[in-house]
């Protein structure tokens, strides 16, 4: 076991060295540079001619001057691959640079800040989802093609289908303005008060969001419930129980939920990524400044560092959410041997 | 769906049945009218329980005997090819004909649908005008302007621009009101649809051939083939999508294709780049498992090539899965589609895709009193998904022998 985990994490390595230069490139191939647009823009709103060569060529040597020290400057193949070598030795001596859209924040500071409000709502949302998906799997696969597997794998469907921005939208025309029971958009209304009205404010904001997030997310886990519990159900042991003599209610609750609870907690370790990494576009629609939202800010305005930290931390958080799996199934199951 | 649980159940009581009746007839020989009483009552259970079956029909037959002798087998026994049984088994289920329907639907509207509004097409999009009457002419006179010293003869005209009514309301002649360019927006659902749906099917196809290539050769290769492919794959599924999607749209717009169709068919290009995978893992897995079976060694030891092992004899086992992975991709390009168009970096503005029509909602004004802009191209897309998964599931279920009917 010990000997696989290493060649896995040896292999999680190559992966994302590999991720991390295709990344790099893309990042650097993007016509915006955060740093490079400021500082133009701030010639310019300081009333530098930059019409003549002269003053061009000048404008030039102060860019490079000011990003070359990140090895941004040049934009040729082999500037890129050096500019390369010098993020991924910062990076290995656990620097990702610093944002420049975030006064210069070093990277890590600045994803640790927006992470936790990503992080609490996917959070929330993943336990209620558990709590109503699990469940309802179960009981849908035990009443197989009865009424309420029938209605609850139609809903799980449209629930799948259904687009975040559409449904977030909907709800926000529909709760937020026509019913006025929630707030559109942000975390706070900016009401002065006590710490606890505060918090209790941005719950209020938060409630949407997360509805939303569950209503869409919980279709796949309980269709995965349901057919792993049918997986089950028809298993031998199953029988054998039956054949014993159990109850219904200890055949389900014993032997198969504990059965299914197998390839579920799997399936849970590739939510990962998701839980730490935000929800982009659900971010987007409400405009909370979550981490999917500053990342989405960070690409479109080529904040190079920052993209690059937080792609390189959902690679991370995907290559791990994989191996933990690959663990976890061992663990969990003991007829799972983990070799070669 | 309940069909499926009744029928192998009615299966087994038949089967019990059977073997009661053969010890009634020996026991009264006579007794021929309560005999075929009972055949008749099965058959009519069966009929009850909503499913005729060829084998019951044939089972009951046999019991009915000398009535049916010297009847050819071929008249009584249904032989059915494989495609026949899951196509029989996918329209036996409610939800994939349902999907199905859908899907029809959804390509009439959006292929044929044009052919009937009044609102014209324009390079992809559609004007509240008339085509005629954009130029109309108001004046025209002949005027004399110099360059130096050469005198130029011209004519001023002065056209009159047609009225177009911006964000209308639902009324007679724009059963959805016209959006904020003026143009007609259930028309412009439908040109979106054939945008969408298009590329739905050209993504999922290239995605698929690639897949199929690239996995077909790490799976029957094996050994340092695999290993780097499997590599390669690995480090493209790690990459997030959607930041890279953003990336290289923004590197599309800056470099001039922003308002071209031409970025759309990049977009496309990189959605198959990236997608591949799936389908590669697939058909890899399957390939590992199916080239240790016993009618590969036959294969092998009756000399038959490379290409003709992999592409006759190991594809062919991979198309259901592949089917039904195609289905289910179509669905998710829709919506990645749809995703790109709401973030505004998808088709160029102006196009019309159902992603371009919902990126309406993103304006709160539009979002809380034009519903009628955004809401139809959100359920085009949602129906779209849903449609397709219905259909994916239902051609899964079709195709797994371990499924009873």
């Known amino acids: 076991m010990f000997k696989y985990i290493v060649k896995r994490l040896l292999l999680a390595i190559l992966i994302l060295f590999g991720v991390s230069i295709i990344l790099y490139v893309l990042i650097r191939c993007m016509p915006s540079n955060f740093l490079r647009d400021q500082y133009i823009q701030a010639r310019a709103n300081y009333g530098v001619d930059t019409s003549s060569e002269e003053a061009k060529a000048q404008l030039e040597r102060e860019l490079n001057g000011i990003l070359a020290p990140y090895g941004l400057a040049d934009d040729s193949f082999w500037g890129i691959i050096k500019g390369y070598f010098m993020w991924l030795g910062r990076f290995l001596k656990g620097d990702m640079g610093i944002s420049f859209q975030h006064q210069n924040a070093p990277v890590q500071t600045v994803i640790g800040k927006y992470m936790w409000l990503s992080f609490g709502i996917s959070f929330v949302a993943l336990l209620l989802e558990m709590a109503i998906a699990i469940p309802l799997g179960v009981k849908c696969a035990v009443n197989q093609y009865g009424k309420l597997d029938y209605v609850a794998t139609v809903l799980c469907m449209v629930g799948i289908a259904f687009p975040s921005f559409f449904l977030g939208n909907l709800f926000i025309k529909w709760f937020a303005v026509d019913l006025g029971w929630f707030e559109t958009h942000g975390l706070t209304s900016g009401i002065m008060g006590s710490e606890f009205e505060i918090f209790i404010d941005k719950i209020w904001h938060l409630i949407l969001p997360m509805t939303v997030m569950v209503l869409l997310s919980i279709g796949g886990l309980m269709r995965y419930t349901r057919t792993n519990t049918l997986e089950v159900l028809n298993a031998d042991y199953i029988r054998t129980a039956r054949a014993k003599g159990l109850s219904e209610g200890k055949v389900v609750y014993k032997h198969v939920f504990r059965n299914t609870m197998i390839p579920l907690v799997t399936q849970l370790s590739f939510t990962l990524p998701t839980l730490f990494g935000g929800a982009m576009i659900t971010e987007q629609v409400f405009d909370l400044p979550g981490i999917g939202n500053i990342a989405y800010k960070a690409l479109l305005n080529g904040d190079v560092f920052l993209a690059m930290g937080y792609n390189m931390f959902l690679a991370v958080l995907t290559v791990v959410g994989i191996l933990f799996a690959d663990v976890m199934y061992a663990v969990v199951d003991p007829r799972v041997k983990l070799g070669k | ?405």
Not at chain 2, 65 to 93: C, I, Q, Y
């Open chain 2, 1 to 405: 769906m309940k069909k499926k649980d009744t029928a192998p159940l009615n299966n087994g009581e038949e089967l019990t049945e059977n073997t009661v009746v053969p010890e009634n007839t020996t026991v009264c020989d006579s007794a021929t009218a309560t005999e075929s009483s009972a055949a008749a009552n099965v058959v009519e259970s069966a009929v009850s329980e909503g499913s005729v079956k060829a084998a019951d029909q044939s089972l009951t037959e046999e019991e009915k005997g000398d009535e049916l002798h010297g009847e050819n087998l071929n008249e009584r026994a249904k032989v059915l090819s494989p495609w026949m049984t899951v196509l029989k088994r996918f329209f036996r289920s409610k939800l994939s004909v349902i999907g199905l329907v859908t899907i029809v639907v959804l390509f009439l509207f959006a292929f044929l649908g044009p052919v009937f509004s009044p609102w014209a097409a324009n390079g992809g999009t559609v004007t509240d005008t008339d085509p005629a009457r954009i130029k109309e002419i108001i004046s025209a006179s002949p005027i004399t302007y110099y360059v130096g010293d050469e005198a130029f003869e011209a004519l001023a005209v002065s056209i009159r621009l047609p009225q177009v009514v911006k964000l209308g309301d639902i009324n007679a002649a724009h059963w959805l009101g016209t959006d904020d360019m003026g143009y007609d927006v259930l028309t412009r659902l439908m040109y979106g649809g054939r945008v969408s749906l298009t590329i739905g099917f050209v993504v999922v196809i290239i995605e698929t051939i690639i897949g199929v290539i690239i996995g077909g050769l790490a799976g029957y290769f094996g050994k340092w083939v695999d290993n780097l492919i499997m590599r390669l794959v690995d480090i493209l599924s790690c990459i997030p999508q959607l930041p890279i999607m953003l990336i290289l749209s923004v590197i599309f717009t800056e470099s001039g294709l922003g308002d071209s169709i031409a970025k759309l068919y990049y977009m496309m290009m990189i959605l198959c780049l990236i997608g591949w995978t799936g389908t590669a893992r697939l058909v890899r897995g399957q390939i590992l498992s199916l080239r240790e079976q016993e009618f590969m060694l036959a294969a092998k030891s009756s000399g038959l090539s490379t290409f003709s092992k992999i592409f006759k004899h190991l594809l062919p086992n991979v198309i259901p899965q592949l089917i039904v992975s195609m289905t289910l991709g179509l669905g998710s390009i829709i919506l990645t589609e749809a995703t790109l168009g709401f973030l505004n970096i998808g088709a160029p503005y102006g196009t019309a895709t159902w992603g371009n029509l919902i990126n309406l909602a993103s304006n709160s004004t539009y979002r809380q009193y034009y519903p009628n802009l955004w809401v139809g191209a959100g359920v085009c897309i949602t129906l779209a998904i849903l449609a397709f998964n219905f259909v994916g599931d239902g051609l899964r279920d079709a195709f797994d022998p371990k499924m009873k009917r």
